[in-house]
């Protein structure tokens, strides 16, 4: 593990085999629609894979899209399985991560979190209105996430493609921080920690297309929670950082596009998820309430 909480795991079988797909030579004719999952994307081309196949595909598209996404695309001149580019016009896409078949990350247990052993502030302060509920619910149990990261060494931790992605952003090359961690998608969907940079990469200028990589690493990370999980990832498990991140670009993205209730209901989440706070989600949430929009937040 390094400072970005970067874990070294092995290399394994995240998808359901196709047991419809038929043989390579079948033909899908032009105005047939095909969905395909993104796995990789670069200026106009988008690297993907059949849905509920291992068939990949290099698809011509207008925009970048955010690896993970499903696209549903009208064939425009036939298509034969296992040819590498595919004639196709995007119709609609969406965020669907169940239908992915992804291998959901691990929980592991973490003990529990005791909101008696908590500081609140100092003694004689009033606890704030937003602790209460968390304080009232009690002792809850504690879990850190799987992170996965594909190729970092533990060897070599100077080689984490993460941290080299924010090095190439801070020297300017951009090109090369967002290559970097579409490579990560590429090698596993599953490394939330890529999804959360890459919507970094575009929060300052396109928040519309970092709010899509937030979400997707969101829901990816969600496929791990039981329903109506109710216990703690708190941001000291260094694995569960990745996931929390997506959470807040995802949050910051809802109340910059005016989407103010669904930002509010995610940074809330993020308290009860996490309630040390470290992201500072109250303070977010306490501007919210006072009227303020993102902008005017940003440069007061």
């Keep these: 593990m390094n400072e970005t909480g970067a874990v070294a795991c092995r290399p394994r079988s995240r998808r359901e085999p196709d047991a419809k797909a038929g043989s390579s030579a079948e033909l ?17 081309t988008a690297h993907c894979r059949l849905l509920g196949s291992e068939y990949t ?28 580019r595919l004639a196709g016009e995007v119709e609609s896409a969406r965020i669907d991560t169940a239908a992915l078949k992804l291998i959901p990350l691990r929980l592991e247990p973490s003990g529990t979190w ?3 052993k908590h500081y609140w502030g100092d003694k004689g302060e009033p606890i704030q209105k937003w602790a209460k509920p968390i304080i009232a619910r009690g002792p809850r149990p504690a879990f850190e996430m799987e992170q ?10 100077e080689l984490d493609p993460i941290g080299i992605s924010v090095d190439l952003k801070a020297s300017g090359d951009i090109v090369g921080a967002r290559k970097t961690l579409m490579d990560l998608c590429r090698a596993d969907l599953r490394c939330l ?21 937030y979400e997707v690493g969101l829901r990816i990370g969600e496929l791990s929670l039981p329903k109506a999980f109710d216990g703690v990832l708190l941001w000291g498990m260094m694995d569960n950082r990745p996931f929390l991140r997506c959470m807040c670009g995802f949050g910051l993205c809802l109340w910059r596009l005016r989407r103010v209730k669904e930002a509010l209901a995610i ?34």
């Design 28 to 44: 899908i004719p032009a105005k047939q629609v095909v969905e395909l999952v993104v796995l990789w994307a670069k200026g106009q």
């Design 267 to 300: 940074f809330n989440r993020m308290l009860w998820l996490n309630p040390d706070d470290n992201q500072g989600a109250r303070f977010l949430i306490h501007d919210i309430r006072e009227g303020r929009s993102w902008e005017r937040r940003r440069f007061d």
């Design 148 to 157: 996965v990261l594909p190729g970092y060494d533990y060897e070599d931790p």
């Design 193 to 213: 920690d890529a999804h959360a940079h890459l919507g970094n990469l575009a929060f300052d200028r396109r928040p519309a297309d970092a709010i899509r990589n």
């Design 114 to 116: 005791d909101p008696a």
């Design 57 to 84: 595909v290099r698809l011509g598209s207008r925009r970048v899209w955010a690896p993970g996404e499903i696209l549903q695309v009208r064939v425009l001149k036939p298509w034969k399985r296992g040819d590498v």
